[in-house]
């Protein structure tokens, strides 16, 4: 069978806002029209606002943290996703243009065909690189003579680390096996 054809407006906007010199909060909403392999559907419309702030914790340290709430809706067949996601990260510069990253991400969809509901938690750790430099030699130096001195983290920051310890579980919903019971 013939998919029929999907004709929508793609809308975007993002607003960011230096809250400090070292702060930045930016918001997004997004309207766009994606392609899908689910069978029936020719597409789907996918609605998303996103919140993130980003704080530079020294020169050469970034921490991070997000929230994204999606929708997605079916062309073709009856199923619309619900998909909340929330993350934190943090990212180590050890030369002004490469880092190493460590980001959690959940990852949460509902949808209105209960099978294809599930909950996603994702752990990376990321080596990456940037074309222009993110601090120069010379600030990075000074703020370390800075910490040094006063002997606390910059504006009274306090880092901790916390260690924990989970089960893995998975829960299936709906009927297992073939299709027909053979």
Known sequence: PRLKDVDA??????????????????????RTLEETTLIGASSYMRTALQAQLTHRLRPDMNLSADGVFARRDFEGVNRTDDIIEVGTGAA???????FVGLDYRMIDQNSTTSTNDYIENRLLLSLGARLNPTYSDEVLAAA?????????????????????????????????GPVGGG
């Open 92 to 98: 180590w510069f050890f030369q002004p243009r490469l």
């Open 9 to 30: 407006l793609d809308l975007g906007a993002l607003v960011q806002w230096r809250a400090s010199a070292r702060t930045t909060v930016r918001g997004a909403l997004d």
């Open 144 to 176: 370390r003579a800075a910490q040094a001195e006063g002997g606390a983290a910059p504006d009274g920051l306090y880092v901790g680390l916390q260690g924990s310890h989970s089960d893995l579980m998975t829960e299936g919903f709906g009927p297992r």
